[in-house]
């Protein structure tokens, strides 16, 4: 039974089924659409092929065939009438066709016109686009407006129609308006047109790979104070230095050094490892005049000039501004110059020394470093007059040229190859780079030696070294050596001048440039905090803790315009960053009604943190109004008058919180205070609300797991033990820094070691009285309201209204207007936190403008008109 009832619906369907397409009407039509797509897509693909085909018959064909079609009188005779053969392979049809598109058309080039007719039918075909049809009416555009006439002119004797009567046209006349010079000139203008307007093209490359390929020009190097002036010195040393680019040592010095064995090995020959070192400066002693220079040219990408000395079995690579070299050294040198060429390369005269720091780059006095304007909205036009802080504000250090002791070099060099070979462990090469603070001498071990093996061997080697901060990095990542960094005896500090000056801070497009420092190749380290997006940093009591954070500090003063940017400042210590204090009404952001524009209290903290909480939700509801995903997007939005402000959308400026010692603040408020941040970490990066921590007691009571597991990018200067390393980077190093702004920053995979630059207090003092001198805004920036529940009690039961809230009257007037006393009509209206519009209406009720709450319910309004308010007030206050 239950078989026979479940057919019958099976029945019914096939019949439907099968009635559907007889009834021919219902067909889908989206389904005709495509059908119709598809029939015009085959039609063109197979004119466009037919065509096509025709026209390239048509070059081997054309001469028998056109003197059938002009004896015809006419193609339609020729089509229908005519009887003779046709050689054309696609017969009359493509004869004729093909006539009328080359020798009557635009000859060759309807080639473009064909081809992109069968193209086109494969995108409809398809249905995606195989052929541009933009792009290729342009090249169809080039064709027949450069390449016809181009072709009628070049191969004017010859038969074949290659320019068509277009092409034959339009020379004809050019010959004859403007003769043949003017046509060459009237081609030659509309193929630049072509090229650099239509097309855009980029020439750039074209001209640096043709220069790549003519031989590199040695340039002898004269009036720079290393230098001889005469020509044999330099030819010798052009002579040396062929195909310096591969250094390799030369046979003589692999004899001339001393054979060297392994202790208890005594068979064992050894090679000397190949000894390489990429640093700065040496020493003041060693003269200059003796040495001969080559200045070789070579396209580069970006400018970089270097110094190359070789000797014997040691290569070193210098920056050239840092040239002091001793008579002692016969080395061969050449001054490798890697800059884009310009004009002044190619004559090869122009050529000067100077200082890394680049000083030409640095704006000059009163100038600033630049705000992006002249969209629709401007916010930084809140304060049209403001002037950013100018370089001449920060100290001018001592050059800060890298220097080495070339006898230090030598003898670590040796320390290290004599300690690894105590150990077992042979040396293929070495390479020393020298940085700021330290040395890196990157070796390449000999095959067969276990990286493993040199990494449990760390301890011994740093103690057989006996050098203070020593650091083995077994392998460096992503490059198969294994690194050994040694401080330098004579250290460099970094200026802050010279990272805020340099080409790669003035002109980046980050949101929230910082920086913090230089690498161990001298290259200076500017992150973009907004994409860290928050930083942790830890090193024990006077590393450099606080240097770092007014770096990071400057570096934003620098860069962002007051509207752009706000500080919420936190320092329990009190002293480190009350210096901050002036620039109030222009960076910083604090509580309404708050005194103190550095908090220092722990309990105001956790208001102001909690009440960043309340900004983030309430930036995130914007976000979401004004559709879009992140504060980028959204001011986008808002500077392109996208957004309507009566809406409460605004411009919104990143706020970037800076707590210095957050070990004290966990220790007072704990998870009062690890709470909010950590709900800040976890979601304000894309409202702009950026975190900076810094504390002395990197332990785990204090970093706490839901702490680091929301800042990815830490910061680590010399801690105490490796337990607080491991704590701050997950791995160890931050113990073996040598202090004085030495750090280890990781930040996404990598593990930097950086070299912080110096801002001293002095300077940082001249900055914020440069800022704060200026006019600002009337008040701090404020934040939303956020009271601690015990205060809000306190306050419910006695409303002062001497002290009433300065929106007082505004909210009155708002009450009045609507009729409506609602807290979060007030909210909404006035962008006021929960507690203070709550506060606002307890004291319009004491004011007896509005009756008593009655639960959710908006509460009475006891005056009807604007002017009995007034009159009441009036009687009031
Ligand atoms: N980048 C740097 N280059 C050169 N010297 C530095 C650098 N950073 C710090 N120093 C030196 O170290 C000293 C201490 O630095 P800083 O005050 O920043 O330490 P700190 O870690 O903040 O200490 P604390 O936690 O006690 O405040 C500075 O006065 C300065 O002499």
Redesign the pocket.
Known sequence: MAATKTKKPTENTTKKAQSAPKAGKTVDPAIRKRNIRLAIGFICLLLGSFFTLSIISYCFTWQEDQNNLISSQGVFNFLFHDKSPVENWCGRLGAAAAHLLVFKGVGIASLLFTVWLGAWGVNLINGSKIIQTGKWIRWMALGFLFLCPFLSFTFASGSFPLGGALGNGLVNWSNGFIGKAGSIFMLVTVFCFFAFIVFQWDIKPLLHRAKSLIPAKRVDVEDVPFSTDEKKNNEEAEEKFKGYKNYQPEPEAKEDKQEMTIAGNSNNKLKEPEFEINGLQAEEDYEPEDLEMTMIEKPMEESNKTLEINKGGIHLELPQEALFLTDELEEDISLKEEMPETEENEEGLDFEIKTVEEPAKVPANGAHITVQSGEPYDPSLDLPNYKFPTLDLLDEMEQSAISFDREELEKNKNQIISTLRSFGIEIQRITATVGPTVTLYEIVPAEGVRISKIRNLEDDIALNLAALGIRIIAPIPGKGTIGIEVPNTNKQ??SMRSLLASDKFVNNKMSLPIAL?KKIDNDNYIVDLATMPHLLMA??????????INAILVSLLYKKHPSQLKFVMVDP?KV?LSIYRLIEKHYLAMLPNEEEPIITDTKKVVNTVNALCIEMDNRYELLKDGGARNIKEYNDKFIKRRLNPNNGHKYLPFIVLVIDEFADLIMTAGKEVEMPIARLAQLARAVGIHIIIAT?RPSVNVITGIIKANFPARMA?KVSAKVDSRTILDAGGADQLI???DMLVSHGSELLRI????VDTPEVERIVEFIGNQQGYSSAFELPEYEGAEDDRVEKESVDLSKRDKMFEECARMVVNSQSGSTSMLQRKFNLGYNRAGRIMDQLEAAGIVGGASGSKPRDVLITTEYELERHLEELF
Do not use: L, P
Request: overall charge positive.
């Open positions: 500090i970094v420092g090193g024990a009591t006077g590393q450099g803790k606080s240097v770092g210590k480190e002395q200067f202090g004085r702004g070299q912080c630059a110096f």
